[in-house]
Every structure is written in C-alpha cells, then in structure tokens.
C-alpha cells in the first residue's frame, strides 16, 4: 500500500485526507455547544478541573450558548463560510462533557441533529467514565444512522501526570470506554499533550505508543499552552514548569509521527488556544507557521507517520502500560 499516495502526497494521514477518502470531500467542523457541564469541574469528581482546562471547558472556539441547537448550525455554518463552500459538516460538540447528562436529553439533542441533511456525522467530546451502558447504547443507535466519533482526552499515561493534571480518573477507565465505543460501532478520537509539567520525550512517545496501539482510531496532538485563570497559569506564574520552545515541539511532533501507526488519522497537530487568554509559549498562535515546520522537519528527516520501529517496540513492552 502506498499510503504517501493515499493521504494525498503528506507524509502523515491527515484529516482531510480522512475526509476525502470517508465522505468523498472535505468536510468542515461545526463546534457547538450542548450547555452540559463537567463532573470533573462541578465537584462530583473535583471543583477544580483539569488544570489547564479554561473556562469554556478546552472548547474555547465553540459557537456562543444560544438557546435552540439548529440557531447555533446556522451560526456556525456563517463562521466557516468565508473558508468552506461545500454543504455538509461534521457536527462537533467540542465544551466541557458531551455525555454528561440523562439518555433521554442527550437523545434529544443528537438525534435531530444527526438526522439533518447537512451533517454528515458527529463529533462527541467527553471524559471516558461519562459513558455508562445506556450512554453507549445511544451511540451505538447514532453510529447506526452516521459516522460519530467520541473523542476522549486521555492526555497522557502516566499516573504521575494523570495526578498533577487533575485528570480524574485512572488509565483502565480510558481502555474500557474505547473497547465498548468500537463495539458500538463509533469512531475513538484520543487527545495527547505534548510538554506537560515533568514529562520527558520518552514519556510522551510512551503515550503515543499506548494510543497506537489502544484501538483508538485517530488522535489529536495538542501542544501544552497556558491560558489565563487556570490552575496551570498559577503554576505557570511561580515558575514552576516551563512551556515548550517551538524548536523542541516541532522535533518532538515529528517523532510521535514516526511512532503512530498508519491507520490512525491525525486530527491535529498542534493547539492553538484563545489568543485573548493565551499566556505561553506565544509561538502557538501561529499555527501555519508551526505545521510548517513540522512538515519540513518530517521532510529533512525523512520521516513518515509509522516508519520508526519504536512502535514495535512500545508496543511490545507491557511495562509502559
Ligand atoms: S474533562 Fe474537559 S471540561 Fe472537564 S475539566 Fe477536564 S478539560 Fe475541562
């Protein structure tokens, strides 16, 4: 298989050339807003939250809460108009926990929803134990009529980190949900952070290993920014850690590119938080500029998405889980 041809000349596999072998086109996100909250946020698991998590839940871009769901299509549908003119998107339910809440509710709010012409499938962002046997026989019942990915935001493996970022719950949660997701017949999109506080290189491309190798189906690369009003600028502030250098990320990213398999589609390759709030590395809010250079650094090193035999190796190494 020539996979350089099949995600369109890259050298990863790329959302969009997901999408254009998936759905035939490129397809645009619609991030919306479901008006749930967060048990890691609302005290039934902590108040504080995942430290880096700001006040719009990690979804900073989603449409303002509006009362009616088909008002914020068509107001998201205008924010992407000047970039896309095709007529089918991916609804993306990207704030705080898209799960959390009764069956009956979330039935409500993704049927119709799924149901429309104009959306092609769904994308449902939440934590790996808000999804009880009722929840999962909903998404089974959603996947049946379109694409949905549940997108979970594992971050990272180690139980260390998992602590100091107030994660919330422990690493079996993440790989029971993802085995009962692709048993009910959706999509698993897992989220990484790249630099968090105390993590060397080899801890990080353990995670990527792990996530290669977990069942997920695609991964979003998430580089560790500092907003402000978090527990993580506080951190930030008494110098406690430091962010990333964009030399360091770059390099970095290349090598978790090298380590995924094939088949896993990158959704993201770096992050680029509300640059109103953005406290560091101040670098990220260039986000061309960083794919870029991530693509150039592939390039010169002659690197492509699976090619290190460290995934063999990772992989076959029941320690790191
Ligand atoms: S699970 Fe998501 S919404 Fe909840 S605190 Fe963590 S990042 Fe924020």
């Known amino acids: 298989m020539n996979e350089k041809r099949l995600w369109n000349g890259r050298r990863y596999y790329s959302l969009d050339a997901y999408f254009k072998q998936t759905f035939g086109e490129k397809l645009y996100k619609l991030s919306l807003d479901s008006g749930m909250g967060c048990p890691n946020r ?30 914020q299509i068509e107001y998201a549908k205008t924010l992407v108009s000047r970039k896309y003119t095709g007529s089918r998107y991916i609804a993306y339910f990207q704030s705080y926990t898209n799960t959390y809440a009764d069956v009956d509710e979330l039935r409500k709010l993704f049927f119709p929803v799924i149901q429309r012409d104009d959306i092609a499938g769904l994308s449902i962002a939440t934590r790996p134990d808000c999804l009880q046997e009722d929840k999962m026989a909903l998404i089974a019942e959603l996947a049946s009529v379109k694409p949905v990915w549940v997108e979970l935001g594992l971050q990272t493996i180690h139980q260390k980190t998992a602590e100091l970022i107030n994660r919330g719950y ?23 952070i790249v630099g968090l506080p105390g993590e060397t290189k080899e801890e990080m491309l353990a995670t990527t290993a792990y996530i290669g190798q ?24 008494l110098g406690e850690f430091k962010t990333l250098e964009e030399d360091e990320y770059v390099s970095l990213v290349a090598d978790i590119i090298a380590i995924l398999p094939p088949h ?26 960083v794919l870029n250079k991530i693509n150039h650094e592939l390039k010169c090193r002659q690197l492509y998405q699976g090619c290190c035999a460290l995934v063999k190796k990772i992989s076959e190494n029941s320690c790191l889980h």
């Open 42 to 71: 609302d005290g039934t698991i902590s108040y504080g939250g995942c430290i880096f998590c700001s006040e719009g839940g990690s979804g900073d871009f989603a449409v303002p809460r509006m009362k009616r769901m088909d008002e």
């Open 214 to 237: 977990s069942g997920s189906d695609g991964i979003k690369i998430q580089l560790l920014h500092v907003l402000k009003n978090t527990k993580l600028y506080e951190m930030y502030e």
């Open 170 to 192: 422990q690493l079996d949660v993440y790989d029971n949900a993802v085995f009962r997701l692709k048993q009910a017949g959706a999509d698993v999109i897992t989220h990484m």
């Open 264 to 289: 896993i589609v990158i959704h993201r390759l770096t992050g680029d938080g509300d640059k109103s709030i953005l406290v560091s590395p101040k670098w990220s809010g260039d986000k061309r500029r």
